[in-house]
């Protein structure tokens, strides 16, 4: 069975800082996907990437990155110079390979507050 | 596009009243999902559909039906609330080819009393 673990539950950090929110998983499959999503005070939940377990390189896209090391089952995610609204709840996932049925496993999220 | 939307976006029942959630999306997505999030448990599968007359059971379907007569729509049914299906719904879709991002919609806060 896959799990995905997020061991941080509460992240406080000051304006500026950089911050690295943790994603451990685990999977029988050879062949899997990673998640980020991003859930805002008001509620919704955004997509921030996807990363498939063939590609280990490293992403960055402005302000964040995100490093995948299968070696220890990590997908680790980096925002730097953090902002007040990058404030949120951080969801790490991960879908098993197996096509139309294919389902999206969750940790339990970490909550990132970004004081000014 | 619209992308996933779902009403009410708000909702308060009493223990024993049903219900339906609305979804529907309009990305011409095969797959179909609903899920709940309670604080401190992230987000759980209920159920999940991978097209039109085709459903299936995630993690937590106890207490609720779906349905799929047309790709844009899959509503969520509460046959009997109770005070612990109080939570957070969300629907989701994506395309059907494994390893898609899922889209979700804006979500329900559904209280039991």
């Known amino acids: 069975a896959q799990k995905v673990t997020q061991a941080q539950t509460e992240i406080s950090v000051v304006e500026k800082e950089d911050v690295t929110l943790d994603c451990v998983y685990e999977t029988r499959d050879t062949t899997y996907y990673l998640f980020w999503y991003k859930q805002p005070p008001s509620g919704e939940l955004v997509f921030l990437i996807r990363r498939n377990s063939f590609d280990e390189q490293n992403e960055i896209s402005g302000r964040y990155s995100w490093n995948f090391q299968k070696s220890t089952s990590s997908f680790n995610f980096t925002i730097t110079a953090s902002q007040v609204v990058d404030s949120a709840v951080y969801f790490c996932?991960?879908?098993?390979?197996?096509?139309?049925?294919?389902?999206?496993?969750f940790g339990k999220g970490i909550t990132l507050s970004v004081r000014p | 596009n619209a992308g996933v939307t779902q009403t009410p976006k708000f909702q308060v029942l009493k223990t024993g009243q049903s219900m339906t959630l609305q979804c529907a999306q309009d990305m011409n997505h095969e797959y179909m999902s609903w899920y709940r999030q309670d604080p401190g448990m992230g987000l759980r599968l209920i159920h999940y559909?991978?097209?039109?007359?085709?459903?299936d059971q995630g993690e937590v379907p106890n207490g609720y039906n779906v349905s799929r007569s047309t790709t844009e729509d899959f509503p969520l049914r509460l046959l009997s609330a109770a005070p612990s299906q109080t939570s957070v719904y969300f629907c989701a879709s994506r395309g059907l080819a494994g390893g898609r991002e899922q889209y979700f919609g804006p979500g329900t806060r559904l209280t039991v009393t």
């Open positions: 559909s991978v097209g039109a007359g085709i459903t």
């Open positions: 996932a991960l879908s098993e390979p197996t096509g139309a049925n294919s389902k999206l496993t």
